[in-house]
C-alpha cells in the first residue's frame, strides 16, 4: 500500500514510518505545524522557555527538523503542513472555553480526532500526495468486522492509547493504520535501537503545551472566595481557571488536614475545598457522545475510564435523550467536568462523551 504516516519526531511515529517501510509499503511522512506565527503564539513566542516534553511550543521546528532527518534515515519523502489556523479555532478555542467555563478539558482528544486525524490527511490529499492509509504511532488497534471498523485496546495496558480516539468516526477509521497497537513501548525502543534510530531514547511527550496555562487563557484576573463544602470563606482566589478538580498542592489554604479541589462554580466565582473523601464521587452524566458500537440497549453493563491512565472499571449506563449517566460500581477520586467517559466492553471501545454533570 501507499501509507501516509504523521510524524511528530518520536519514537513510536518514526518506528511506525520504519515497519511499514520494511514490511515494502511505500511510505510518506507527514508532520503538521501548529505552533505558527501569528495571534496568541505569535504573542508568547519571545517569553517561553525552550524545554521539550509537550506537543505545543516554541521548539516545534525542533521536531519537526527531528522528523524530517528521520525520514531521511529511513528513506522516505517528508511534509510539513500548516495547521495552525485549524489548531488555533478547534483546540485552542476549546480549551479557553472549558477553562473559563471551571471545566477540564482534554486537548488531546480533540486534536486526534479534529486536526491529526482528520485536518492533516486532508491537506495531504489537497497537495496532491495520494495514498491508501494514514498511520500513525498510536498504541491501540483498528479492526473491520461485519463491515464495520472497530477500535480496540492496545495490548499493552500501560501505553494503551485508545482514549484519546473514541471520537473517530467510522469514516476515520476505515482510512487509519495503527502498526503499533500490539507492541510494547520497551519492542518500539528496542526496534529503534536496532535500526540506528537517533531518537531511540527520546522521552515521550507529558502535556499538551510547554508553559503555563494561563499564558494560553490570556484574561486579567478575577478574584473570587475559596470556601469550604459548608459555604465558610477560607481564602481568596485571582481566577478559578488557575485550579483544577482533585488539586491539592498549591490550594493555598492552611489546614491540619490535606484539602482538595472539590468544585469549581463560575457562577459565583467560588473554589470549593475539602478533606479527600469529599473527591470521592461514583456517577456522573456526559454528552456531546460519539459511539464507534452503538448500544442494543437503553440500559447496560460496560466498563469505563474518566482518564486515559486508568484502568478501565466496572460501570452501569443509562441513555438520557442524548445524554449518558454512569454509575461506577466504586467511587472515583476527582471526577472532572470537561475531561472524557469512555466506554468499554473488555478490549473494544464502545465510545464516549463529554463529563457534563458529577
Sequence with gaps: MKILVGMSGGVDSSVTALLLKQQGHEVIGA???IWGERGIKNQLQDKLPKRHGACFGPDEKEDIESARKIAEEIGIPFYVFDCAKQYEEIVLDNFKKEYLSGHTPNPCIWCNSLIKFDVL??????????????????????????????LKRGINPKKDQSYFLYRLKQEQLANIYLPLGDKTKEEIREIAKQNGLTVAEKPDSQDFYYGDYNELLDVKEKEGNIIDTEGKVLGQHKGIWNY??????GVGISSTEPLYVIELRKDTNEVVIGPKDKTMKDTLRASDLNWIISPKNNEFKAQAKIRSTQQPTEVSVKIDNDDIIVTFADMQKSIAKGQSVVLYDGDLVLGGGIITEV
Design 31 to 33: 508532520t503538521m505545524a
Design 121 to 150: 490527511p486532508r491537506l495531504a490529499k489537497a497537495n496532491g500526495i495520494i495514498y491508501d492509509k494514514f498511520a500513525t504511532g498510536h498504541y491501540a488497534r483498528i479492526e473491520e468486522k461485519e463491515g464495520k471498523y472497530i
Design 244 to 249: 483544577t478538580i482533585g488539586q491539592r498542592k
